[in-house]
């Protein structure tokens, strides 16, 4: 009786025991919640719960459209240079290739400006059509130490005293 919720304990008799107190106490309060309890009240509050649930059916359903939503779109492919790819694959790719993949090396603020103009980007972007397949190596190679760098006047005395 007492794992029942309270609002339905005086509902439960127990038929083991011997005297019928129990069935006197859940006819006495059933009595006693009815006459302080109308009809209208029942009903009031019966169409308030049915309102209720119904609200909680429809969050459910538009939970679980979200749900199947994302499992579909976890599904479907993203086109990627004539290869079909699905969303799961190219997080598994990312992930193995985190090290060399991992552009940012810090936090970025998204309040921050961008450091170039409108036409600096347009041409930056062009530009990829624009590099050859020996430039794109020439990039790829590490830049020198600049310790190892000669300042530009270094660099001149040492070109005057070879000619």
Same mark, same amino acid.
């Given at each position: 009786?007492?794992?029942?919720?309270?609002? %339905?304990?005086?509902?439960?008799?127990?038929?083991?025991?011997?005297?019928?107190?129990?069935?006197?106490?859940?006819?006495?309060?059933?009595?006693?919640?009815?006459?302080?309890?109308?009809?209208?009240?029942?009903?009031?509050?019966?169409?308030?719960?049915?309102?209720?649930? !119904?609200?909680?059916?429809?969050?459910?359903?538009?939970?679980?459209?979200?749900?199947?939503?994302?499992?579909?779109?976890?599904?479907?492919?993203?086109?990627?240079?004539?290869?079909?790819?699905?969303?799961?694959?190219? !997080?598994?790719?990312?992930?193995?290739?985190?090290?060399?993949?991992?552009?940012?090396?810090?936090?970025?603020?998204?309040?921050?400006?961008?450091?170039?103009?409108?036409?600096?980007?347009?041409?930056?972007?062009?530009?990829?059509?624009?590099?050859?397949?020996?430039?794109?190596?020439?990039?790829?190679?590490?830049?020198?130490?600049?310790?190892?760098?000669?300042?530009?006047?270094?660099?001149?005395? %040492?070109?005057?005293?070879?000619?």
């Amino acid at each position: 009786k007492e794992k029942i919720v309270p609002g %339905l304990q005086s509902l439960c008799v127990s038929i083991l025991d011997d005297s019928n107190a129990d069935m006197e106490k859940s006819v006495n309060d059933i009595t006693d919640y009815m006459s302080k309890t109308t009809s209208n009240e029942l009903k009031r509050k019966m169409e308030a719960l049915s309102q209720r649930r !119904g609200e909680i059916c429809q969050e459910l359903a538009q939970v679980r459209k979200k749900l199947y939503d994302v499992i579909l779109q976890e599904r479907g492919t993203i086109n990627f240079k004539g290869e079909e790819l699905s969303p799961s694959v190219i !997080g598994n790719f990312l992930f193995e290739n985190s090290e060399e993949l991992s552009y940012i090396t810090g936090p970025v603020d998204p309040q921050a400006e961008i450091p170039l103009t409108r036409d600096e980007l347009v041409a930056l972007y062009r530009s990829n059509g624009d590099l050859s397949s020996s430039d794109e190596a020439e990039l790829k190679c590490d830049l020198p130490d600049p310790s190892f760098i000669l300042d530009p006047e270094t660099f001149l005395n %040492l070109h005057n005293s070879l000619i």
